[in-house]
């Protein structure tokens, strides 16, 4: 190998390298722009008021360690702990009939043949593009008349009736990915249609409903506009309500107990998604999302 050669592989190792390196540092950057806010509210929460609006360092100058007690103690009567009881009361059964209402209506779509289904599906996609906002007076006009308001229920009892079109899509998608020659073997084996459902499809879409899982509860859990319209009474607000009551009850606000009571708020969301991020990834990359 000659001279010039050595000298070709030697300064293409070196862009390979420098190329990686500008790569790393430019991903890195990226990764400090997008997790600084969340440690900024972190840090938040030891910060005095004027420390808060007067810098952007993430080290409290003075630390306050009554961000937390203080704001747990809530408003009046109410604390977080009530409006934490009150998120979950909400989210855990939505999120729960969501995931059952989609894989039943999925399954109906991807493996049965009916009168007028491709009508029906196509309804169900196109309902995808309804903005929320076209839909909130009739919906609160008929929750009114059925005595609705001030619970769950407007929340609860539309999950278990799959209202929520984006999930039937996904998972419509997923178990058209399944081999038919799976039903038909359990068929041969005396399986009925339910059977095939509980024993066959629902344990092969784990990664899919968990797909839906997260999103629903991320989604449910982060809601502001609903509760708002839906919920009236104190008792019963959930996080979102909570934490902007909390900017309204006094004259000078206490930014560190808001933002301590932030900081709790995301925790079940973020070790939601980091205790099934595997299974979320595959569900996503498999759902016929992508095409």
């Not at 990226?30 to 420390?51: C, D, Q, R």
């Not at 937390?68 to 939505?94: D, E, I, R």
């Not at 019963?236 to 930014?255: E, F, N």
Request: hydrophobic share 50%.
């Amino acid at each position: 190998m000659n001279n010039d050669t050595l000298k070709r592989l030697q300064h293409s190792r070196i862009r390979r390298i420098t190329r990686k390196g500008i790569t790393y540092l430019f991903l890195i950057l990226l990764g400090i722009i997008m997790i600084y806010p969340l440690l900024w509210i972190v840090s938040a929460s030891f910060k005095t008021n004027n420390e808060i609006f007067s810098s952007l360092s993430l080290i409290p100058k003075v630390v306050l360690l009554d961000g937390y007690s203080k704001g747990w103690a809530g408003v009046g009567q109410n604390s977080f702990g009530l409006f934490f009881a009150n998120t979950f009361k909400m989210v855990v059964p939505t999120v729960f009939f969501t995931v059952i209402s989609s894989l039943l209506v999925a399954y109906g779509f991807a493996r049965f043949k009916f009168r007028f289904k491709k009508a029906l599906f196509a309804l169900v996609i196109a309902s995808l593009m309804l903005p929320n906002e076209v839909i909130i007076i009739p919906r609160y006009m008929v929750f009114n008349k059925l005595g609705w308001l001030n619970t769950y229920l407007p929340f609860i009892i539309p999950a278990a009736f799959a209202t929520y079109s984006f999930f039937i899509f996904m998972l419509v998608q997923y178990i058209r990915s399944i081999p038919r020659e799976l039903d038909e073997s359990a068929r041969i084996d005396g399986c009925g249609s339910f059977p095939i459902l509980t024993k066959i499809i629902t344990p092969l879409c784990v990664p899919s409903l968990i797909s839906v899982t997260i999103f629903q509860f991320v989604w449910r859990w982060n809601d502001f506009i609903n509760p708002l319209i839906y919920i009236s009474s104190v008792k019963h607000y959930v996080l979102s309500l909570a934490l902007r009551m909390s900017l309204d009850v006094t004259d000078t606000i206490a930014w560190n107990q808001t933002m301590a009571m932030s900081v709790l708020s995301m925790v079940p969301p973020v070790l939601l998604f980091f205790f099934t991020q595997k299974f979320f990834v595959e569900g996503i990359s498999t759902s016929g999302l992508k095409g």
